[in-house]
T-cell receptor, first 110, second 113 residues
Framework: GQQVMQIPQYQHVQEGEDFTTYCNSS?????IQWYKQRPGGHPVFLIQ?????EVKKQKRLTFQFGEAKKNSSLHITATQTTDVGTYFC??????????FGTGTLLAVQP | KAGVTQTPRYLIKTRGQQVTLSCSPI?????VSWYQQTPGQGLQFLFE???????NKGNFPGRFSGRQFSNSRSEMNVSTLELGDSALYLC????????????FGPGTRLTVT
């Protein structure tokens, strides 16, 4: 069945450093969503990627969908303390079941 | 627009009991999905309801069930509670379904003792 690996599980950075989390699937994806969950909060939708090789930017966040549509990444430039939280990918695969990645917990030290 | 609301926010139950959680989606959203979140298993999909019909189901035992009413409000029921059911239960609403932008509620924190 479809397996989704998200790496790293945890990342601690100094404020101002960059951060990247990767989402890798064993199967080809139809699309992929990204969510952010602040500590004690609920997931908040960030973006959806659909096309092979697609790159979308939201201010300091850059989202990329792999050419083979099996992986995706989220890159944050110059992290801020407001970026703290867990970032989840949610890919849609052939099984049509929505699976969330294990998440990457980002800690930002001021 | 009001966001997704869930009631109750916190719940403590005893093993063997049953529980019903409620979710009111954003006005106009016909899709409601439920998720279980635990530190060990992460975010796991329970099921999705769309226009009162279960459209998608995750890999959970039959003790977990749900329904959706004509006003799109949804309830989730867990019977014969087990300690392992302790979790944050999140519901999310969407215009078209889980493969589109989902709006999550604050969740219900269930503790089973």
């Amino acid at each position: 069945g479809q397996q989704v690996m998200q790496i790293p599980q945890y990342q601690h950075v100094q404020e101002g450093e960059d951060f990247t989390t990767y989402c890798n699937s064993s199967t080809t994806l139809s699309n992929i969503q990204w969510y952010k969950q602040r500590p004690g909060g609920h997931p908040v939708f960030l973006i959806q990627l659909v096309k092979s090789g697609e790159v979308k930017k939201q201010k300091r966040l850059t989202f990329q969908f792999g050419e083979a549509k099996k992986n995706s990444s989220l890159h944050i430039t110059a992290t801020q303390t407001t970026d703290v939280g867990t970032y989840f990918c949610a890919p849609r695969g052939a099984t049509n079941k929505l699976i969330f990645g294990t998440g990457t917990l980002l800690a930002v030290q001021p | 627009k009001a966001g997704v609301t869930q009631t109750p926010r916190y719940l403590i139950k005893t093993r063997g009991q049953q529980v019903t959680l409620s979710c009111s989606p954003i006005s106009g959203h016909r899709s409601v999905s439920w998720y279980q979140q635990t530190p060990g298993q992460g975010l796991q999909f329970l099921f999705e309801y769309f226009s009162e019909t279960q459209r998608n189901k995750g890999n959970f035992p039959g003790r977990f069930s749900g329904r959706q009413f004509s006003n799109s409000r949804s309830e989730m029921n867990v019977s014969t509670l087990e300690l392992g059911d302790s979790a944050l239960y999140l519901c999310a609403s969407s215009l078209e379904g889980v493969y589109y932008e989902q709006y999550f509620g604050p969740g219900t924190r269930l503790t089973v003792t």
